[in-house]
Structures are given as C-alpha cells and as structure tokens.
C-alpha cells in the first residue's frame, strides 16, 4: 500500500512541476499531462526491473555501461566526419541510443551466466538460500510424511509456507465437515510440530499475488519468484507445475520409490482380507500400501498364506502385484504376513 501511494505521489508532483515550468514551451495542461505519462513510463520500468533475477540486472548494467563506453569511443570518430552539426549530433544520439539498447538486452540475456556469490557475500546471501527452499502446498501437510522426511534429512533447505496457504488450512480446520475439520487441524499440528524441530527450518511468508485466486497456481508463482521447489502429493499440481517448468517434489513419488523390488516367482507371505474383482480372487496388501491380488484365494479371507508372484503392474496410482497360491497352497502364520 505504501509503494502505491508513493507512486500515485511520484506522478502527481511530477505532473505539477511540468504544470508551472511549461517545458519545450508546451500549454500548461498538455505540460502536465507530458509528464504524468513520464512518470507511468518510469513507473513500468521499475516493476520490469524489480522483476529481474540479480544475474540479469547485473547484466543489464554491465550491458548498458559497456554499450554507453562503446558509443563514446564510436562518437570520437564521427566528430572527425565531414559532416555539418545537425547531421553529427543526430547521428551521435542514434549511435548512443543504439548502443545502450544493445548492450542492456544482450547483458540482459546474458546475465543467467553470471556468478553473484563470486562478486562477494554481500550477494550471496539471500540466492542461495532461496533457491534450496522448498515451498509446501496445503496436502503436502496435511498429508504430514513432509516432517519425518524432513527430520530425517532427505530433504534440506527451508520449508517456505505463504500465509494463503496458511489461510487455506485455517478454513479447513474450521469446516463444518467432521473429516475436513479433522483434517486441517491435522496439518495446523504437523506445521506446529516442523515448527519446534530443531532440525526443520520453517518461515511463514506474506507473499501474495492478489491478482490470481487459484492457490495452486499462487503457489506456482511463488515458487518462480523464489527460484525454489513446491512439494506436493497433489497429482493435478504435479502435472501443472511440470507445464510452468516449476521443479516438484511429489511425496508419492518418493514413496512409489522406496517399495520394495518384487520379480516374478518370488515367494511372499501375504494375509488376504477381502475378495477379489474377479472370480475366486483374494486381495491383501503389504505394509507399503500396495496392492496384492492373488488367485484362488477367495476362501481364504482373514488367513496368511505363500504366495508366488506372477506379475507386477505399474499403475499411476501405485504398484500392483498378482500372484498364485504356492504348490503347497497351505496357509502361512499370520505374523508373517508383509
């Protein structure tokens, strides 16, 4: 709100001074007008610059400098030219101008191959620090697998969590829904819990971008700003942010990684709890969560037995395993089952 108000005042005292002063000898009102258009074209200038990475602003300016001594040099010449004063001086300024753009886009473009932190610590600072953070979306935690991994040191850098993303757990938690209540009052506790370990760095920022309602696409935005990594075990997010080219941490996919490798034969010890889709099948599960469908097992519900795997199929949803009762077909103790 303060910037606002010191912009609006930037144009207005800018127009006031064109106003009475009367440059190129323009009517008062069309003076004022000249330069309250002056002033919005500055304005947009700066929201382009406060845009820029670091890289690219130092490379603008490199840019620019080098384009202005180039000019300088290239008008040292033209002053020898047998050409009368008007032509010289015209020239001069296209040369100077044409430099300058030059020079400011290609340091521009440029910039990304730059290297602040080796100008000195007093750009090395915020970059790095930004750039290993890792921007938490509302399932990640809720979900809560987000705090063991993070105590357990997978996953480094700062856990960056943007006030609306607070704001949307707050109105979960206070839904008159008894699952959804539960649920965002569970992620208000994982949050507390990341808080106070000493091995877990969380910052709650007020970076919002009021102009965009989605949060998920807020939570893009801010991801780019930042330079960081959005976590997420949201499928629709994962895909989003691929399409942005924003880096995604998908908790799932990490525990789609950690399951256990099955192959074809292998023998395994598996409780069967209910029937099958198909005729005469049992479905059990392994303490991963994955799915264990087993033929000819539909008499055997609430039993352990050893099976033999026949085929392992990837789905997007998760991993799916089929197999058969072993030769024996003699159900197995139960404390064994996976």
Not at 55 to 83: D, E, W, Y
Not at 122 to 135: H, L, N, Y
Not at 236 to 263: C, Q, Y
Request: glycine share 10%.
């Amino acid at each position: 709100m303060d910037l606002i108000l010191l912009r609006i005042l930037f144009v207005a005292l800018l127009a006031g001074v064109c106003f009475f002063l009367h440059p190129f000898g323009l009517d008062g009102w069309v003076s004022a007008g000249v330069g309250a258009g002056a002033a919005l074209a500055v304005i947009v200038f700066e929201l382009r610059v406060r845009a820029l990475t670091l890289r690219r602003l130092i490379g603008a300016v490199a840019g620019s400098v080098l384009g202005i001594f180039g000019a300088f040099l290239f008008c040292l010449v033209l002053k020898s030219a047998p050409l009368n004063g008007a032509n010289s001086a015209a020239l001069q300024i296209f040369v100077l101008l044409l430099m300058t753009y030059v020079g400011l886009l290609v340091g521009a473009s440029k910039g990304d191959l730059l290297n602040p932190a080796a100008l000195g610590t007093i750009f090395s600072g915020e970059k790095p620090t930004r750039r290993s953070a890792k921007v938490l979306d509302t399932s990640v935690i809720i979900d809560g697998r987000i705090a063991d991994i993070a105590e357990a040191g997978f996953i480094d850098g700062m856990m960056v969590v943007p006030e609306f993303v607070l704001r949307e757990l707050q109105v979960v938690a206070d839904s008159t829904d008894g699952s959804k209540r539960q649920r965002g009052r569970r992620g208000l506790d994982m949050l507390q819990r990341m808080q106070s370990s000493t091995n877990i760095q969380v910052q709650i920022v007020p970076d919002d971008f009021p102009s965009i309602r989605e949060v998920d696409l807020k939570l893009l935005e801010l991801a780019k700003k930042w330079e960081a990594k959005v976590v997420t075990n949201d499928f629709n997010l994962n895909k989003v942010a691929h399409l942005h080219h924003v880096e995604v941490l998908n908790i799932n996919d990490l525990a789609n990684a950690l399951k256990p490798v099955v192959l074809p034969g292998e023998k395994m010890n598996v409780l069967i709890l209910k029937e099958g889709k198909e005729f005469n099948q049992g479905v059990g599960y392994l303490d991963d969560g994955t799915m264990v469908v087993v033929d000819h097992a539909r008499k055997l519900i609430g039993k352990a037995v050893e099976i033999s795997v026949t085929s392992v199929l990837q789905t997007a949803s998760g991993k799916m395993i089929f197999g058969k009762l072993d030769e024996t077909g003699r159900p197995g103790p139960v404390e064994m089952a996976h």
